[in-house]
T-cell receptor, first 114, second 111 residues
């Protein structure tokens, strides 16, 4: 399977704990995006990378959130000191070129903060 | 800022019938794409159809077609000959460097 993969698929944590998610994009895609989707809503943009450079961050991405793409391949999204409001589906997507066109989505990581 | 509005939270249609999902958007940019994505229950987002803003001709993909009205900033999706497998959440999205999604329309297909 050469699609976008995400790990883990589900994560349950207690409030105040740190969590880290991983996304592996389609191998030839230079752009990688993170979105957050709460129940019954459309995904909201968090941040994106072109190769290893983080080019834009949403205001939704508080200082408790950090994303990296150190070698321009896989990416990690870390949430520190989780809060119940962080419970959501975290989606990763990738695309080649300048970002115009279809983004290919992974299955998402569902985070539940107790 | 770009916004996307889907005014129909839920729609239902009889199998084999035609249904149209509405979407309006707001942007000041001239170069962008518009998309309809489908998200089946507990499954990942997949592209249904896309439209380049500079193209006047409406996009078509098999049973799926769009009505793109650029001046009105309207981008509706028509599904013909609806099938049970079409049941899903449908999201309209505006895209340039990132995607901006609407709130979604839950489509139910009645057998």
């Amino acid at each position: 399977d050469t699609g976008v993969s995400q790990d883990p698929r589900h994560k349950i944590t207690k409030r105040g704990q740190n969590v880290t998610f991983r996304c592996d994009p389609i191998s030839e895609h230079n752009r990688l995006y993170w979105y957050r989707q709460t129940l019954g809503q459309g995904p909201e943009f968090l941040t994106y990378f072109q190769n290893e450079a983080q080019l834009e961050k949403s205001r939704l991405l508080s200082d408790r959130f950090s994303a990296e793409r150190p070698k321009g391949s896989f990416s990690t999204l870390e949430i520190q000191r989780t809060e119940q409001g962080d419970s959501a589906m975290y989606l990763c997507a990738s695309i080649s070129g300048n970002g115009l066109g279809e983004q290919f989505f992974g299955p998402g990581t569902r985070l539940t903060v107790l | 800022a770009q916004t996307v509005t889907q005014s129909q939270p839920e729609m239902s249609v009889q199998e084999a019938e035609t249904v149209t999902l509405s979407c309006t958007y707001d942007t000041s940019e001239s170069d962008y794409y518009l998309f309809w994505y489908k998200q089946p229950p507990s499954r990942q987002m997949i592209l249904v159809i896309r439209q380049e803003a500079y193209k006047q001709q409406n996009a078509t993909e098999n049973r799926f077609s769009v009505n793109f009205q650029k001046a009105a900033k309207s981008f509706s999706l028509k599904i013909s000959d609806s099938q049970l497998g079409d049941a899903a959440m449908y999201f309209c999205a505006w895209g340039a460097q990132k995607l901006v999604f609407g709130q979604g329309t839950r489509l139910t297909i009645n057998p």
